[in-house]
């Protein structure tokens, strides 16, 4: 509780109104996880919740913690492509895994409690990568439509073309920090877990055939892969939607 409202009163004054909106963004999206897990737990239809739920966390990440509605627009239109896409993806790779499920690390925390409690774990585990995937897709379309608005407003007269280079330069500095944020992130989280492997002497087989690693892996490759798609289409979305306001005026 201390920690949250410290988080709240140093958004407050680095960000004004627009970090108390980031600030319930933040605490909104829990709530949404939350209400996700135990819409699950009751045995609603899984997909059925994805698809609900993918333009209600996008809504809350970008609009709430974004002060241009163009941004905000350009954001959520691409970052909802993008997850449709990777979202098909996530199938395909899931089904050919099948790494669903527990893994034997989680057997001594079970025993005594029932490992089939009638929910899909293959449905699961592609709502966990789809959901993993949305934070990194969304801060990626946002930086990129920021960067290029600022551009724009700064220079009215710019060209199409130049636009267009200069969305490719942003991009590849956004490229390098988004990817560098997932696999940190991956790693941090994952090291206690790189731990048991070393000191329990896995072999490399052992630990490319383990369910934890190979989700973890799987969510890594699925959010960078989203970053990489969602850098050019929020690039060419802008673009054309200013070229378009320009025709009109």
């Known amino acids: ?79 909802f492509i993008v997850c449709l896409v990777v979202s098909v993806l996530i199938l395909g790779c899931e089904w050919l895994a099948q790494a669903a499920g527990l893994g034997p690390e ?54 199409h073309e130049d636009l267009m280079a200069s969305g490719s330069k942003i991009g590849n500095d956004v490229l390098g920090t988004s990817m560098n944020t997932i696999l940190f992130g991956m790693f941090g989280s994952f090291l206690s877990l790189f731990l048991w492997y070393i000191r329990l002497n896995y072999t490399l087989g052992e630990i490319l055939n383990e369910k934890m690693f190979v989700n973890e892996i799987l969510i890594v490759m699925y959010s960078l892969i989203a970053v990489l798609l969602t850098v050019p289409l929020s690039t060419a979305f802008l673009a054309k939607n200013m070229v378009k306001h320009e025709v009109k005026e």
């Open 106 to 159: 989680a057997g001594e925390i079970l025993v005594g409690l029932s490992q089939m409690p009638g929910l899909s774990y293959p449905l699961i585990a592609v709502a966990v990568a789809i959901f993993s995937t949305l934070g990194a897709v969304a801060e990626a379309a946002v930086a990129m439509s920021s960067g290029l608005l600022e551009i724009k407003k700064h220079n009215p007269e710019i060209s």
């Open 1 to 79: 509780m201390a920690l949250i409202i410290v988080l709240a009163i140093l958004m407050t004054i680095v960000g004004g109104e627009t970090g108390i909106r980031s600030f319930f963004s933040v605490l909104i999206n829990t709530l949404l996880l939350i209400l996700l897990a135990i819409l699950i737990s009751w045995g609603i239809n899984i997909p059925i919740l994805i698809l609900i739920f993918i333009p209600l966390k996008l809504v809350t990440i970008i609009f709430l913690g974004t002060h241009d509605y163009q941004v905000a627009k350009n954001s959520f239109t691409c970052s």
